[in-house]
């Protein structure tokens, strides 16, 4: 059975500095997806990582993949108080469809 | 494109009563998926449809739970006999097959 860590669950920022959220996943998968959600809200499709060493940079964030250690990892740099939300790693498993979804990443940024 | 919409937003219902979910797919998505979130965690998947054929069903979708995709557009979720344990936040998605799954706003069940 695929399971999905995220750690930390709680994070608690100052605007302008930089944090990573790491996301580990227990067996092989072919896709891994970044997500975003606002209190009370649905879930904002952030990147998508496709392959091993694959990259993905919008704004202030980071995405990154490594397929070996089965490791993702979530870098905000000079974090600002938008980017407030609760993160989720969700992983494709290789025999279905279905999205794995960590257990979330609460970030707090604090002017 | 509207994206996904659910319907209805808010549910309140009694014990024991059934209720019904509507999940309005992006028109050319041919897959519809269902999740389900309680508070403080991720979401958990309980079931998807490619068109019309409900491919896979979790262990959490007890009998009590059925989703249909009559035509292969949009779906529905019914929960009978509801239960205070069924109080969640049902969440739809739909993607392209292999694509990113969009999610909708999903329906918020509180079960009194």
């Known amino acids: 059975e695929l399971k999905v860590e995220q750690n930390p669950l709680f994070l608690s920022m100052q605007e302008g500095k930089n944090y990573t959220i790491y996301c580990n996943y227990s067996t092989t998968s072919d896709r891994l997806y970044w997500y975003r959600q606002d209190p009370g809200k649905s879930l904002e499709s952030l990147f998508v990582l496709l392959s091993n060493g694959a990259v993905k940079q919008e704004g202030r964030l980071m995405a990154s993949l490594d397929t070996k250690a089965r490791l993702s990892t979530l870098h905000i740099t000079a974090a600002v108080h938008d980017l407030s939300a609760t993160y989720f790693c969700a992983v494709v498993s290789n025999s279905d469809e279905k999205l794995t979804f960590g257990t979330g990443t609460r970030l707090t940024i604090i002017p | 494109d509207t994206g996904v919409s659910q319907n209805p937003r808010h549910k309140i219902t009694k014990r024991g009563q059934n209720v019904t979910f509507r999940c309005d797919p992006i028109s050319e998505h041919n897959r519809l998926y269902w999740y389900r979130q309680t508070l403080g965690q991720g979401p958990e998947f309980l079931t998807y449809?490619?068109?019309?054929?409900?491919?896979?069903k979790s262990r959490l979708l007890s009998d009590r739970f059925s989703a249909e995709r009559p035509k292969g557009s949009f779906s529905t979720l019914e929960i009978q006999r509801t239960e205070q344990g069924d109080s969640a936040m049902y969440l739809c998605?739909?993607?392209?097959?292999?694509?990113?799954?969009?999610f909708g706003a999903g329906t918020r069940l509180s079960v009194l």
């Open positions: 449809f490619q068109n019309e054929a409900q491919l896979e």
């Open positions: 998605a739909s993607s392209q097959a292999g694509n990113i799954q969009y």
